[in-house]
């Protein structure tokens, strides 16, 4: 399917809105997310359903720059267990972009909805997650925000597969990248310390998706008050930078020793030391047999429901995430003078802010050529 103004560096004509309208029927916005609007899109000569995210361009330049770095980076790949770029039309206000759609549900659901679930479910969601990053990670671009919230089945058929989506953050690693971002319960420990970092955060954070997949638990919780994300995020990060978590009983009483090990060595605090997507995958507990196939469900499920479903760290995931960006201290000033308020601490980040006009989140995103003129 030809792509429409898709070339950012070109001088360029814009698409005119016509033209996204004339090959397209959009339905009404399903979902906002931090920098766009989502739409259910149907083609109009094949009948074909996609999800069409637009970027308003008077939302600013972050907005502007997360939408070229999708544009960029999904241009690029293709893999199965990634939601795929189908269309692309820059108009003078707007930034379209069409892809697959997936209407599957999203892992959580998938899970409660199940009569059995075991570790060799979790072990198959987990494998399509690492082949998919250790093929990003071959093109040595780091995806920087993967989440259960971006993981989603294709469809509903029983043997789906798992696709991963939202690139916005996406970046190539050409070095090591300085700038910090991502959802506070996934970061590595490497991006809140505000080292440089690369493609081991993803693995980090697949470790995070495992435990949770496993236990129903996140591995780092913090409790707090409705309104008191600042000291949230203060004491998470230094549990983060501490690798504080544990294989606590009685959530983990049933799992396999091999499972656990693989989880530790997702979540090696040195990045140098943490295993990689591609070793990952040969690990015995994806590719050999030592995923137990013994029925987890009512336990998993029991602490996905008290945790997540109605819940206290789904809410502060959410929230925290809204528009935010870790800020990276100037290498001239010590970190407690860095544009915060919140806390001296040199290695927890500033407090979330939930102002949408801030959007900060996509400042740390690939550099992205300059729009055309028009």
């Known amino acids: 399917m030809p792509f429409g103004c898709v070339t950012l560096g070109d001088k360029k004509d814009y698409n005119q809105p016509s033209e996204v309208t004339d090959r397209y029927d959009l339905g009404q916005v399903i979902k906002t997310e931090e920098f766009c609007e989502i739409f259910r899109a149907k083609e109009k000569t094949s009948g074909k359903l996609y999800t069409c995210k637009k970027f308003l361009k008077r939302d600013g330049r972050k907005v502007r720059k997360a939408a070229k770095n999708e544009i960029i980076i999904l241009k690029m790949v293709k893999h199965p267990n990634i939601l795929q770029l189908v269309d ?9 972009i069409f892809l697959e759609l997936a209407t599957g549900r999203e892992v959580f659901d998938w899970i409660l909805d199940q009569g059995y679930y075991s570790e060799k479910d979790t072990s198959n969601v987990i494998r399509q997650v690492l082949e998919a990053v250790a093929y990003l990670h ?10 259960l919230e971006n993981l989603v089945y294709y469809n509903r058929l029983k ?3 798992i696709v991963i989506s939202d690139f916005h953050l996406a970046k190539l690693e050409n070095g090591l990248i300085k700038e910090p971002c991502g959802t506070p319960e996934y970061l590595a420990p490497e991006v809140v310390g505000r080292q440089r970092y690369g493609r081991p955060v993803d693995c980090w954070a697949i470790g995070v998706i495992m435990y949770i997949l496993l236990s129903g638990n996140p591995p780092f919780y913090e409790e707090a008050d409705e309104d008191d994300y600042e000291n949230h995020d203060k004491n998470l990060f230094r549990k983060i930078l501490a690798g504080d978590y544990e294989f606590d009983p009685p959530y983990w009483d049933d799992i396999s ?22 070793e990952a995958i040969s690990h015995e507990w994806i590719s050999g047999n030592a995923a137990s196939d013994k029925n987890i469900k009512d336990g998993v499920c029991a602490q996905i429901e008290k945790n997540f479903a109605r819940a206290k760290w789904k809410k502060a995931v959410r929230v925290t995430t809204l528009m935010k960006r870790l ?48």
Do not use: C
């Open 138 to 147: 071959s093109l040595k671009i780091v995806h920087r925000n993967l989440k």
């Open 257 to 278: 020793q091999a499972a656990k090990e693989l989880v530790t060595r997702l979540m090696e605090v040195e990045q140098d030391q943490r295993i990689t997507a591609e």
């Open 88 to 96: 692309v039309y820059i108009t003078r206000k707007e930034y379209f």
């Open 159 to 161: 043997n789906s597969k």
């Open 327 to 374: 800020r990276a201290p100037e290498q001239t000033e010590p970190a407690a003078s860095t544009a915060t308020t919140t806390t001296t601490d040199t290695a927890a980040p500033p407090a979330p802010t939930t102002d949408a006009t801030t959007a900060t989140t996509a400042t740390a995103a690939t550099e992205a050529p300059k729009e055309p003129s028009g």
